[in-house]
């Protein structure tokens, strides 16, 4: 079995991710089924090529350096944007002026939306939500079934997908990235942030907002569907102040968990109808998808979305 699955359907590309595997072996896998696709001439050019699904920053190279001279132009796929209900494309690479650099290019595909379930990772700052969002991805990957986890990070702290697996191989080199890539949380970011998650119409998408209850984080939150709250020991007390704030906004609150950074185990209290218990050791760098609550947190979400688990 690959660790990256590649499929071409009519003109669009279809990409996802498979077992799990480090990203150099994501990489290698991806260009054995590459050069399959070209030697069989099954990719054989065209005017354009568009590409749909998950791919890391290495993979995305990749494919752009192995097909971008077969076609005029390629295009990936962006769910924040265009019109809802259908799939749009970002032009990304063009050797033609049919086809502009950046240019938006919307199909009569659908895309649904009715079901498009929208989970916040929220609570009090330095609790791990980071680190929870990278297990949760992963753990939801390993899943038979269940959609991929789109993840958008709604806070401008630096921290996004890539820190993960950075930190695991150098973390002070991540810190440092970090801090130089960390902006300002202002209402013009919060505006942007609010319109990638209402228009996110993957089935499943997850929003990893800033630590504070903030009007900025109204204005995101308020497009959510769904909601996980993890607190640390020291903020446990302002766990009460987030509920309020999630059902202020109608949205629905699925798991309430206490970060146990110290902890060197997890604990699972109760599964229905809230999930509740804490998660440990939540360090930047490790891969945290194999812990239990992880794990019993990415069956719910998957769940959620009719996944039979």
């Known amino acids: 079995m690959t660790t990256y699955h590649i499929n071409l359907e009519g003109d669009v590309l279809k990409v996802r991710f498979g077992k799990p595997g480090n990203g150099d072996q994501v990489v290698r896998d991806a260009a054995v089924r590459l050069d399959e696709m070209v030697v069989s001439g099954e990719l054989s050019g065209g005017k354009l090529l ?17 097909i971008s001279q077969l076609y ?24 033609t002026p049919a086809y502009k650099l950046g240019e938006l290019v919307e199909t009569d595909e659908p895309q649904k939306i009715k079901s498009a379930i929208k989970v916040v990772l ?20 390993n899943i038979k079934g269940a959609p991929y986890p789109y ?13 993960s ?63 996980v709250i993890l607190a640390g020991d020291r903020a446990k007390e302002e766990v009460p102040r987030w509920e309020e704030f999630c059902r202020d906004l109608n949205i629905h609150i699925i798991a309430n968990l206490d970060s146990d950074f110290y902890g060197t185990e997890d604990h699972i209290v109760t599964r229905s109808p809230l999930l509740t218990g ?32």
């Open 122 to 141: 929220c609570g009090p700052p330095q609790s791990g939500k980071s680190c929870l969002r990278e297990g949760l991805k992963q753990a939801i990957s």
């Open 72 to 95: 005029g132009a390629i295009a990936i796929f962006d769910p924040k944007i265009g019109k809802q209900g259908y799939k749009t494309y970002i032009v990304a690479a063009t050797h």
């Open 165 to 227: 697996d950075a930190a695991r191989r150098d973390l002070d080199l991540a810190k440092r990235l970090k801090d130089e890539y960390k902006a300002k949380f202002t209402p013009e970011f919060a505006q942007k942030a609010a319109g990638w998650v209402r228009s996110a119409n993957t089935p499943l998408n997850i929003i990893d907002v800033g630590g504070q209850i903030t009007e900025e984080n109204r204005l995101i939150m308020r497009e959510a569907t769904h909601a």
């Open 50 to 66: 568009k590409i749909d699904g998950p791919a890391s920053v290495a993979v995305s190279y990749l494919i752009a350096h192995k």
């Open 151 to 163: 993840v958008i990070t709604a806070c401008p702290d630096g921290e996004g997908a890539w820190f």
């Open 278 to 309: 804490s998660v440990h050791s939540l360090k930047r760098g490790e891969d945290v998808s194999s812990r239990p609550m992880v794990q019993a947190l990415a069956r719910v979400l998957a769940g959620l979305c009719g996944s039979s688990l």
